[in-house]
């Protein structure tokens, strides 16, 4: 018995040791251009695309409705990024402008401040959080809150956070098509003014091909 009860405090350190949780994962801090400039090199011969995009909806207070949207999202480098809907219902005009304000992370500064804003725990891995924050005071919106993940430079989830209280928080998941990482989903969780949500799946890429500048300015 005191053979035992000795045995078992040799082996207590390891058991501790073994039953301990892991010590979380450290991301290096970096700075906010130094985030986007990784985000922009993801996919550095990407000049341009355009896809199709079908987005369903599901208004869950008043009125109550789902409109499905179907659109065509255009990108042109460096910044040049918009969703343009085929025909969008007066009441569901502030879904069409959810998928244009994630936007190209190269654009966020020509109307915002793009700080860092350190790491969190995101899927089990840590992840790096940018805020972006409008340049000129609005009393609508406070801030965004952009996470990317470090381990190939995406976008995953972008938060809304207005000054009501209310937000709206984005996801996005990608896939390879022909070498290059794209959107294949997105889905937001809207708490603002409305509850509501959306999800929006995209169609084959037409990769590089040439884009008019009068696309991404309402054909002027």
Request: glycine content about 6%; overall charge positive.
């Amino acid at each position: 018995m005191i053979l035992r009860f000795f045995l078992a405090l040799a082996l207590l350190p390891g058991l501790l040791a073994l039953s301990a949780p892991s010590p979380t994962p450290s991301l290096r801090p970096m700075s906010a251009a130094a985030i986007v400039d990784r985000m922009l090199d993801r996919n550095p011969g990407l000049a341009s695309y355009s896809v199709r995009v079908h987005v369903t909806t599901h208004m869950f207070s008043f009125p109550f409705l789902s409109p499905t949207l179907e659109g065509t999202s255009y990108y042109k480098r460096p910044s040049k990024f918009v969703v343009v809907f085929d025909r969008v219902p007066a009441y569901a005009a502030g879904f069409s402008k959810i998928f244009n304000n994630v936007g190209d992370p190269g654009a966020w500064s020509h109307d915002n401040v793009v700080s860092y804003d350190g790491t969190r725990m995101w899927s089990g891995r840590p992840v790096y959080v940018l805020k972006v924050a409008p340049r000129q005071y609005s009393d609508i919106l406070a801030y965004a809150h952009a996470i990317v993940d470090p381990e190939n430079w995406e976008l995953v989830v972008m938060t809304w956070h207005y000054r009501d209280g209310g937000t709206i928080s984005m996801h996005q998941w990608y896939r390879r098509e022909h070498g290059y990482d794209v959107l294949a989903e997105q889905s937001a969780e809207i708490n603002f003014r409305v509850h509501a949500s959306s999800h929006a799946t995209y169609g084959k890429y037409q990769l590089n091909v040439p884009i008019a500048n009068t696309v991404f300015t309402g054909g002027k």
